[in-house]
Structure formats: C-alpha cells, structure tokens
C-alpha cells in the first residue's frame, strides 16, 4: 500500500500543528487512529481527526479543541490514516470499548453535529 503526495495541515483545529505536513495511506483506519476524513460528501470539506466508529451508537471525530458526533443521514467518508512528515503521532490501536468510553461523556468544549 503505497501513501499519497504530502498534504498540509491549513487549519487550527488539527491535533497535528498548522503549517505541518502528512501523507495519507488508504489503508482502513482503527478505532482512535489519526485519519483524514470528508464530510457532508464534499471533497472541499476534510478534516484531520481521531476516528471512533459506532461507539455508543454513533459515530466520532475527535480533535484538538472539538469532538464532532456523526448523528445524521449526513455522508461521512474515512480517506485513509495519516501520518505525520516530522513526527508520526501517537497512534491509538486494539482498544477495548471499556478503556475508552468515558471519553464520550462530555461535556465538550466545542460539539458539531455532521
């Protein structure tokens, strides 16, 4: 499986920082992993995030400063796992739902609905 051409972190939101470039490999991505994700099927609109699919019913975008709760018919598509140019980030792998569920609870300083 062979990684896509750089790409570049343009917003604040990102765990990675801004400025700061990844590749995108099109692998499936885990639970937590760090993943490029499109929204609402618009190529113009894709984020870097944490990904937690159907935890509690639903499924989660996790970043820096926001958790997004995927909660309607709104298409989300995971675009591959990215990785880090400088620094490869941590990668959150073989979770059991127990470890990870408090995460959910809130209250969240900044919550999109997609």
């Known amino acids: 499986m062979s990684a896509t051409g750089e790409h570049r972190i343009i917003g604040d939101e990102s765990e990675l920082p801004r400025g700061s470039y990844f590749y995108v490999l099109p692998v499936p991505v885990e639970k937590g992993q760090l993943a490029l994700i499109e929204l609402r099927g618009d190529p113009e609109f894709i984020i870097v995030g944490r990904w937690f699919p159907n935890v509690l019913g639903y499924d989660w975008i996790f970043q820096r400063r926001r958790v997004i709760q995927c909660t309607s018919n709104v298409p989300v598509r995971v675009l591959g796992l990215v990785i880090s140019v400088e620094d490869p980030p941590k990668q959150i792998t073989n979770l059991r739902e127990d470890e990870y569920e408090h995460l959910f609870e809130g209250p ?5 609905n997609c």
């Open 108 to 112: 969240f300083p900044r919550t999109l």
